[in-house]
């Protein structure tokens, strides 16, 4: 029986597509748009919200939501129906950031939930969708974990002190960057100064951040292009306390495309850790 993918989840059609299934897939959501191409497929999800806010007006809507509904999305059950779908592709790790398992637990079809919140759990994930989509990862995840080597050798060398990074993924209210991203610090030659790896996301007091002052920071708030990070970067650099920071006073602010990058625990994830280890090592922190 032919395979009829609809993937509800952006790494999830990442991974679909790393592992030569592109043509099967036959829906997306409204958050897919790699590889190229895959916006032409029809879209099977909504936001209950305007995306097109800024950092704290997508909070408040999201809070809102959440007091009335159980999930951030809609996803359009008829169009999914009428695509026929052997396989969903969706996650279990976040309410907010994507289409959840509840959302789709009814639709009928065989369902692949993602759950990763390590990079190990990323290799687990990607083997365990090749595994329900009858496809062989082997050879990807082979080659993910030699790049990702490469990262950690390139950043092993040198006995310098080990520059504390400050990785923030929502910037208004303040959240630091949990689950996978500590470990891409830690890979790059860094010390992660908030959240730990293998748990969620925390929300970060603006006084944790000043007393922490780190040598880098690196701004990926989830679901932001470059763009619309720089449009909301006066919610930082308006703070009390912005300016005198080490990272601000030496020129080390990075910001970075969460939304394509650091937030999509897929193939990507590794050229995430190649991104991280270019902007530590062109601002001289290297180890």
């Given at each position: 029986?032919?395979?009829?993918?609809?993937?509800?989840?952006p790494?999830?059609?990442?991974?679909?597509?790393?592992?030569?299934?592109?043509?099967?897939?036959?829906?997306?959501?409204?958050e897919?748009?790699?590889?190229?191409?895959?916006?032409?497929?029809?879209?099977?999800?909504?936001?209950?919200?305007?995306?097109?806010?800024?950092?704290?007006?997508?909070?408040?809507?999201?809070t809102?939501?959440?007091?009335?509904h159980?999930?951030?999305?809609?996803v359009?059950?008829?169009?999914?129906r009428?695509?026929d779908?052997?396989?969903?592709?969706?996650?279990t790790v976040?309410?907010?950031?994507?289409v959840?398992?509840?959302?789709?637990?009814?639709?009928?079809?065989?369902?692949?939930?993602?759950?990763?919140?390590?990079?190990?759990?990323?290799?687990?994930?990607?083997?365990?969708?090749?595994?329900?989509?009858?496809?062989?990862?082997?050879?990807?995840i082979?080659s993910?974990?030699?790049?990702?080597?490469?990262?950690?050798?390139?950043?092993?060398l040198?006995?310098?002190?080990?520059?504390?990074?400050?990785?923030?993924?929502?910037?208004?209210p303040?959240?630091?960057?949990?689950?996978?991203v500590?470990?891409?610090?830690?890979?790059?030659?860094?010390?992660?100064?908030?959240?730990?790896?293998?748990?969620?996301?925390?929300w970060?007091?603006?006084?944790?951040?000043?007393?922490?002052?780190?040598?880098?920071?690196?701004?990926?708030?989830?679901?932001?292009?470059?763009?619309?990070t720089?449009?909301?970067?006066?919610?930082?650099?308006?703070?009390?306390?912005?300016?005198s920071?080490?990272?601000?006073r030496?020129?080390?602010?990075?910001?970075?495309?969460?939304?394509?990058?650091?937030?999509?625990?897929?193939?990507?994830?590794?050229?995430?850790?190649?991104?991280?280890?270019?902007?530590?090592?062109?601002?001289?922190?290297?180890?």
């Amino acid at each position: 029986m032919k395979r009829r993918i609809v993937s509800l989840l952006p790494s999830a059609t990442e991974i679909v597509c790393a592992l030569g299934l592109r043509d099967d897939l036959v829906g997306r959501s409204h958050e897919c748009d790699f590889p190229p191409g895959v916006e032409r497929l029809p879209v099977c999800t909504a936001p209950r919200i305007r995306v097109d806010g800024n950092s704290e007006e997508i909070h408040a809507a999201v809070t809102a939501v959440l007091r009335d509904h159980l999930s951030v999305y809609d996803v359009h059950e008829d169009l999914v129906r009428s695509l026929d779908p052997t396989h969903i592709v969706t996650q279990t790790v976040c309410e907010v950031c994507a289409v959840s398992l509840r959302d789709v637990a009814t639709l009928g079809p065989e369902v692949i939930a993602l759950s990763a919140v390590t990079l190990e759990g990323i290799f687990e994930d990607i083997a365990r969708v090749a595994a329900a989509l009858e496809a062989d990862s082997r050879a990807l995840i082979a080659s993910l974990r030699a790049r990702l080597g490469n990262v950690c050798g390139a950043a092993a060398l040198g006995g310098a002190p080990r520059p504390t990074v400050a990785a923030i993924e929502w910037l208004s209210p303040l959240m630091a960057a949990g689950n996978w991203v500590p470990e891409l610090i830690e890979i790059v030659g860094g010390v992660s100064a908030f959240g730990e790896a293998g748990r969620h996301s925390p929300w970060l007091d603006w006084d944790d951040l000043v007393a922490a002052d780190p040598d880098m920071i690196v701004l990926m708030p989830c679901g932001f292009s470059i763009e619309k990070t720089r449009a909301d970067l006066h919610f930082l650099t308006e703070r009390d306390g912005w300016s005198s920071l080490r990272a601000v006073r030496n020129g080390r602010v990075v910001i970075t495309d969460g939304s394509q990058y650091f937030n999509r625990p897929g193939p990507r994830i590794v050229e995430s850790a190649e991104i991280l280890a270019k902007a530590v090592a062109q601002l001289g922190m290297a180890r």
